[in-house]
């Protein structure tokens, strides 16, 4: 149903197929930033689900410069997906937390390799500005480039939960001055955090109405050394079974306009840091289950959407 594939959602990694010719993979970079909801500046101890790689998935080591991580991830990618194209993925911590001058020399290390065909940088709504705008939307022209909003839920009362230091105005600001430069944007949403079904089915009804350009679905879990474990050890909170998780993806992609591409369903956290759900560490496992749930409901991602002006 989507970029001549059997999947009943729109699949980030097929759309690139789509829009390539090829198959093209996103090399994930780690080039030492920090966040400032961890280093002090808005408050201590960062989100209470953050642990000490900033949501980074450890595949390089940050002790390599930004072009040596691009060349080991186009030989990794390359043996074992046979890649022919990447993006390269600024994904540890927030990624426009420097100064322009130093990002701009950050960013441009990462697209010295001509097998580079985009980019992508994940970052807080609370860390852009306009100059950094300007700066990222001048690689739009020659490379494939998006931003990245750490967003996880629209309900402040949630964000306020979470220990995020922003609001939801926060992130529409964000929003609104990345679409007006011409930017693609990926929203990331964590399920799980404390909130009903209609609340999570709220944020998906508001992407759909921002017609967001990707959206990224995490299930919150706890890994260790984060504050988020101490909540589960204290049995402050239970998370989502798989089963639930996946008719809560199929509800939240029912609602979500057929041209959002859909850049993560299901992780894969490192079983040797992730404390709860156990479930969530076989991710192929999970992504077939949500492709039988559409068949089964003989649903679709869009099939609820509303376009309104």
Same mark, same amino acid.
């Given at each position: 149903?989507?970029?001549?594939?059997?999947?009943?959602?729109?699949?980030?990694?097929?759309?690139?197929?789509?829009?390539?010719?090829?198959?093209?993979?996103?090399?994930?970079?780690?080039?030492?930033?920090?966040?400032?909801?961890?280093?002090?500046?808005?408050?201590?101890?960062?989100?209470?689900?953050?642990?000490?790689?900033?949501?980074?998935?450890?595949?390089?080591?940050?002790?390599?410069?930004?072009?040596?991580?691009?060349?080991?991830?186009?030989?990794?990618?390359?043996?074992?997906?046979?890649?022919?194209?990447?993006?390269?993925?600024?994904?540890?911590?927030?990624?426009?937390?420097?100064?322009?001058?130093?990002? *701009?020399?950050?960013?441009?290390?990462?697209?010295?390799?001509?097998?580079?065909?985009?980019?992508?940088?994940?970052?807080?709504?609370?860390?852009?500005?306009?100059?950094?705008?300007?700066?990222?939307?001048?690689?739009?022209?020659?490379?494939?480039?998006?931003?990245?909003?750490?967003?996880?839920?629209?309900?402040?009362?949630?964000?306020?939960?979470?220990?995020?230091?922003?609001?939801?105005?926060?992130?529409?600001?964000?929003?609104?001055?990345?679409?007006?430069?011409?930017?693609?944007?990926?929203?990331?949403?964590?399920?799980?955090?404390?909130?009903?079904?209609?609340?999570?089915?709220?944020?998906?009804?508001?992407?759909?109405?921002?017609?967001?350009?990707?959206?990224?679905?995490?299930?919150?879990?706890?890994?260790?050394?984060?504050?988020? *474990?101490?909540?589960?050890?204290?049995?402050?909170?239970?998370?989502?079974?798989?089963?639930?998780?996946?008719?809560?993806?199929?509800?939240?992609?029912?609602?979500?306009?057929?041209?959002?591409?859909?850049?993560?369903?299901?992780?894969?956290?490192?079983?040797?840091?992730?404390?709860?759900?156990?479930?969530?560490?076989?991710?192929?496992?999970?992504?077939?289950?949500?492709?039988?749930?559409?068949?089964?409901?003989?649903?679709?991602?869009?099939?609820?959407?509303?376009?309104?002006?």
């Amino acid at each position: 149903m989507f970029n001549n594939t059997d999947k009943r959602y729109n699949q980030f990694s097929a759309h690139l197929k789509n829009k390539f010719g090829f198959k093209v993979y996103k090399i994930t970079l780690d080039a030492g930033f920090s966040c400032p909801n961890r280093d002090g500046t808005i408050s201590t101890g960062g989100c209470i689900f953050c642990d000490e790689g900033g949501s980074f998935s450890q595949a390089h080591s940050n002790l390599l410069s930004v072009e040596e991580q691009v060349e080991e991830g186009i030989k990794t990618l390359s043996n074992r997906f046979k890649a022919q194209k990447f993006m390269s993925y600024f994904q540890a911590y927030s990624n426009t937390y420097k100064p322009v001058n130093e990002l *701009e020399k950050i960013y441009n290390s990462a697209l010295n390799n001509p097998n580079i065909v985009g980019l992508s940088i994940g970052t807080r709504p609370d860390c852009i500005d306009d100059e950094k705008i300007k700066l990222i939307s001048s690689y739009k022209d020659d490379y494939y480039t998006w931003i990245e909003y750490g967003l996880q839920s629209i309900h402040d009362k949630t964000l306020r939960k979470i220990n995020r230091g922003h609001n939801y105005q926060c992130f529409l600001k964000a929003y609104e001055k990345s679409k007006n430069a011409g930017l693609n944007v990926c929203v990331h949403v964590i399920f799980g955090l404390w909130e009903t079904h209609d609340e999570i089915m709220q944020t998906a009804q508001e992407l759909a109405r921002l017609g967001v350009d990707g959206v990224k679905i995490h299930m919150l879990c706890a890994l260790k050394n984060t504050k988020l *474990e101490q909540v589960y050890n204290n049995g402050e909170i239970t998370f989502m079974d798989e089963g639930e998780y996946v008719k809560t993806v199929c509800d939240f992609l029912e609602y979500l306009p057929q041209t959002t591409t859909i850049h993560r369903l299901a992780g894969n956290g490192l079983s040797t840091e992730l404390i709860a759900p156990k479930w969530l560490s076989k991710k192929f496992d999970c992504l077939n289950k949500i492709d039988h749930e559409f068949i089964n409901r003989n649903s679709y991602q869009g099939s609820k959407f509303v376009y309104k002006k």
